[in-house]
């Protein structure tokens, strides 16, 4: 396909999101034509919306994107390090629990300073327009036709050659492929919701050690804090919805944060917490999965439009990011030609998303629950002793899935694989340890000792010499 021919292309991205805009610098380097579709107003001119978003921790996958389109250190430059997991125990104790090996770490990053950095960064391209205000009526993938309606109220009909799904977990583009035959869709909320609470700054500095993942771990919920740059740190309330709901008034939740998080009230303070917990409602969480990512050669979903993740591994964006690289290499190795693009794209692509969906559902159970575990710190350990001294052998999954490129479903087989191992190899260990113990107190019990171990086999002996047993010691 000639460069003229690529010119000639109009892309219509749809959502003007994290995924959405990094989207449309790939296919702006490549020369298209690209018109971006945000329903909502521009996020570096809007008011601040509190609580829309959980924070974000971005790692390997997302840097590798980033880097694609030169983007790299100033995301980089703007995030906080985390180096490992801080937890709290209910008692005040805290203990951390690191991610990988030293020199590895997650960034801390708030979601509206990235999308405004990436949204700025695809206003440079000249053959790339934003539409703020511009929300999808209708799709359809089979002729190459949008209805968008803007800010004058006038439903508009838009062709265009390619139509890229950037527009969510409830993605308007997705449930237009969902009438197509053989598109495969299901959905899940999980019991659970959020709620984010800020920890304010203490004395112009942070209120607790700035380079962790901080988490409140109470097995049915959990409570998880990340640094932001501004020196506060943004608090999520990860818990089951009919928990919330028994909580009707600031006692109830100045009574149930002392019971179950008595070191977080000092940090956000009585007055503050009774105020914010009440601004917004628990907000819930959902996973989505789907297949195929595409239709024909007009259309394809990325990001939470084809796999919305529950937030727990921290890779929502990270794999959506990874989704916009994936197809750019696609996009290389088929000289842009989209007819054989997207269906590779789309059979490459599912099962790794469908893998680290489950991986993520996974995750909430090991940091609500699994961290309180002295098994789980010890298996921690273990893995980590196992990758230093075999790093190319025994990979934990935590290091396969956020700080590698090893596809997802590769990860997630592998790390079944490497359990199996790990159980048979302490199972072995373990009857060595039993049989040496077993052996050694035999070795050195005393001669009386002994004595009691062979009584049974000569009431056997006696009993066939003379017809009767007989229980006397010798």
Known sequence: MDSADIQRKKVAII??????????CFLAKR??????????ED?????????????????????????????????????????????????????????????????SIRRENLNNVLLTAVEKYPNV??????????????DGVITVLGSDKVPKDIMCDLIVGCDGAYSTVRTSLMKKPRFDYSQQYIPHGYMELVIPSKNGDYAMEPNYLHIWPRNTFMMIALPNTDKTFTGTLFMP????????????????????????????????????????????????????????????????????????????????????LVFDEFMDKFNNDLSMCLPEYSRFRIPDDHAISDLSMYNYIEMRAHVNSRWFIFQNKLERFLHAIMPSTFIPLYIMVTFS?????????????????????????????VIGSTYLLTRYMSRRH?????RPWDWVTNFQNTGHVSLKTP
């Open 15 to 24: 959502g003007g999101g994290l995924v959405g805009s990094l989207n449309a």
């Open 31 to 40: 020369n298209f034509q690209v018109d971006v579709y945000e329903a909502r």
């Open 43 to 107: 996020s570096r001119v809007a008011k601040f919306s509190r609580g829309r978003s959980i924070n974000l921790a971005l790692s390997c996958r997302g840097i590798q994107a980033l880097k694609a389109i030169g983007l790299e250190d100033q995301i980089v430059s703007q995030g906080i390090p985390i180096k490992a997991r801080m937890i709290h125990s209910i008692s005040g104790r805290k203990y951390a629990v690191p991610y990988g090996i030293k020199s590895q770490h997650l960034l």
């Open 129 to 142: 327009k934003v539409h703020f205000g511009h929300r999808l009526l209708s799709c359809n993938p089979e």
């Open 241 to 324: 919805f009919e928990e919330f709901e028994k909580l009707l008034t600031s006692r109830d939740v100045l009574d149930f944060f002392h019971k179950c998080f008595p070191d977080l009230v000092p940090l956000i303070g009585e007055q503050a917490l009774a105020r914010d917990f009440f601004l917004l409602p628990a907000q819930p969480m959902i996973s989505v999965k789907c297949s195929p990512f595409h239709f024909k050669s007009r259309c394809v979903l990325m990001g939470d439009a084809a796999h919305a993740l529950v937030p727990f591994f921290g890779q929502g964006m990270n794999a959506g990011f990874e989704d916009c």
């Open 405 to 433: 490129r090893i596809r997802y479903h590769e990860a997630l087989l592998r790390w079944h694989q490497q359990k199996k191992a790990l159980k048979k190899g302490l199972f072995f260990f373990g009857t060595l340890i």
């Open 450 to 454: 002994l004595d009691y171990l062979r």
